[in-house]
């Protein structure tokens, strides 16, 4: 690129002066005293190493320089007035997208319900789905804004700060016959055969509570899961708001559990420091969460 021989003020003192045929009408336009705008113009000259104008008529004519120059300054101003433009809306197009990650066992009507509140208010909400701890590396690498996840029940000292969202209920889940002692099926029955996890990392509080099976088959996409549970290739453990007995042939089954410890709370995480658009949205998830239709 080859050095640039003028300034956006030497062009606009050009255009203007061009545009209204005298130097004090430019000066007004652009709001600056007329000595400037003709040493503006004067300068341009110098640097350019031609005339523009000829100064001893009124109005102030253009030379055949001066008026093929123009031409290119209207062009050049416009793009200028164009980029100045973006460079004002970037800022507010930046804070107009937000990134969630949440873990399979979010629900789905609650992320719905969420995009739709942004939505409205021209904010673009990207989710992408994470285990518990890529969600909370995305976090921490600001790939992501807010994640949901089951609560684990342990201090995630300064590094994050959460809020209560709301709780899910889960429940047991097989092909009708899997478990052919009858109802309520045992913890043995439970512990002795295959159990279909859609988690890869599971920490060990959440482990604690979701796996019973001493035999676990890991399947992270939650259609395959559906299609391995169709099957009758083990059983399963999920929130009641996916809706698994629509499934062919599955069942939610009573077991020796009942409903006692069923319920768990789901949690908002997100960095401290976090800018007050950011806090006010998180006020508005526990609302969106209760409203929502998780069962």
Request: aromatic share 6%; with cysteine.
């Given at each position: 690129?080859?050095?640039?021989?003028?300034?956006?003020?030497?062009?606009?003192?050009?255009?203007?002066?061009?545009?209204?045929?005298?130097?004090?009408?430019?000066?007004?336009?652009?709001?600056?005293?007329?000595t400037t705008v003709s040493e503006l113009?004067?300068?341009?000259?110098?640097?350019?190493?031609?005339?523009?104008?000829?100064?001893?008529?009124?109005?102030?004519?253009?030379?055949?320089?001066?008026?093929?120059?123009?031409?290119?300054?209207?062009?050049?101003l416009q793009e200028a007035e164009a980029l100045s433009l973006l460079a004002q809306h970037i800022p507010q197009q930046v804070r107009q997208k937000l990134t969630l990650c949440y873990?399979?066992?979010?629900?789905?009507?609650?992320?719905?319900?969420?995009?739709?509140?942004?939505?409205?208010?021209?904010?673009?909400?990207?989710?992408?789905?994470?285990?518990?701890?890529?969600?909370?590396?995305?976090?921490?690498?600001?790939?992501?804004?807010?994640?949901?996840?089951?609560?684990?029940?342990?201090?995630?000292g300064e590094k994050f700060k959460w809020r209560a969202l709301g709780a899910i209920e889960l429940a047991v889940y097989a092909r009708e016959g899997f478990f052919p002692a009858g109802s309520p099926v045992t913890l043995l029955s439970l512990a002795s055969s295959t159990q279909l996890i859609p988690f890869n990392d599971l920490p060990e509080p959440m482990a604690k509570r979701l796996q019973i099976a001493d035999r676990i088959q890991v399947v992270n996409e939650p259609a395959l899961l559906q299609t391995l549970l169709t099957a009758g290739l083990g059983w399963a453990f999920l929130p009641t708001h996916l809706n698994m007995q629509h499934l062919p042939q599955v069942e939610r089954l009573d077991t020796e559990l009942g409903k006692q410890g069923l319920m768990h709370p789901m949690v908002a995480l997100w960095k401290?420091?976090?800018?007050?658009?950011?806090?006010?949205?998180?006020?508005?998830?526990?609302q969106i969460f209760d409203g929502s239709v998780v069962a």
């Open positions: 690129m080859g050095k640039i021989s003028f300034s956006l003020a030497q062009i606009e003192a050009f255009a203007s002066v061009c545009e209204t045929g005298n130097l004090t009408q430019a000066a007004k336009r652009l709001g600056k005293d007329r113009i004067e300068n341009l000259e110098l640097d350019l190493g031609y005339s523009l104008c000829d100064r001893r008529t009124r109005p102030l004519q253009l030379t055949e320089a001066g008026q093929r120059l123009y031409r290119q300054a209207r062009l050049f873990d399979p066992f979010t629900p789905r009507a609650f992320l719905t319900e969420l995009a739709m509140f942004l939505g409205q208010r021209g904010i673009q909400l990207d989710l992408l789905m994470m285990e518990r701890g890529e969600g909370e590396q995305a976090l921490a690498d600001d790939v992501a804004d807010i994640g949901v996840y089951q609560a684990i029940n342990r201090s995630i401290p420091g976090a800018k007050s658009e950011l806090l006010s949205l998180i006020e508005s998830m526990q």
